[in-house]
T-cell receptor, first 112, second 112 residues
């Protein structure tokens, strides 16, 4: 049973570029949440997708957008990258109504 | 913003000793969860306690919750070198604010 998988594992971009990160949820899960974790900090909630719609959103600008596909996989898009967007981006999946999150290993994004 | 605040920020103990970590939060919650993270990778769920519960056990883990003080503690008994990791408390808010919000984490080092 595959867990949550994220790709790529590492990514280097320059300021102003756009990036797309991908996540496949754990088998049987229908809800995907995205978190940003800066070095030495806790994960910060970006948004959550369920039934292909954004259900909740954290305090992140519109440069951060996402999508969920019919197979429950999800993408996180970040436009006009800033140096401060450098972080570990974590995807977590769950079954709607379940409180427990299952995390992927993350994508380490470096913006130069 | 991060809801939970863990205390201490760092903890170093000898193998075999007990480790106690504390978490305080600010608003009403449905539940409080503890997660573990090794080397900045994905988080792993450890234990969940609901707002109407006061204490739960899972293996060497014991978590308590005091909703009147808005605080929780995680006790790891008979620690092992393999317990070395970062530990985060996360709170699930109520109503429309039901997202999981993480604290900044505690770095636990267990010396062999």
């Amino acid at each position: 049973d595959a867990g949550v998988t994220q790709s790529p594992t590492h990514l280097i971009k320059t300021r102003g570029q756009q990036v797309t990160l991908r996540c496949s949820p754990k088998s049987g899960h229908d809800t995907v949440s995205w978190y940003q974790q800066a070095l030495g900090q806790g994960p910060q909630f970006i948004f959550q997708y369920y039934e292909e719609e954004e259900r909740q959103r954290g305090n992140f600008p519109d440069r951060f957008s996402g999508h969920q596909f019919p197979n429950y996989s999800s993408e996180l898009n970040v436009n006009a990258l800033l140096l401060g967007d450098s972080a570990l981006y974590l995807c977590a999946s769950s079954l709607q109504g379940s409180e427990k999150l299952f995390f992927g290993s993350g994508t380490q994004l470096s913006v130069l | 913003s991060q809801q939970g605040e863990e205390d201490p920020q760092a903890l170093s103990i000898q193998e075999g000793e007990n480790a106690t970590m504390n978490c305080s939060y600010k608003t009403s919650i449905n539940n409080l969860q503890w997660y573990r993270q090794n080397s900045g990778r994905g988080l792993v769920h450890l234990i969940l306690i609901r707002s109407n519960e006061r204490e739960k056990h899972s293996g060497r883990l014991r978590v308590t919750l005091d909703t009147s003080k808005k605080s929780s503690s995680l006790l790891i008994t008979a620690s092992r070198a393999a317990d070395t990791a970062s530990y985060f408390c996360a709170t699930e808010g109520t109503g429309a604010n039901s997202k999981l919000t993480f604290g900044k984490g505690i770095t636990l080092s267990v010396r062999p």
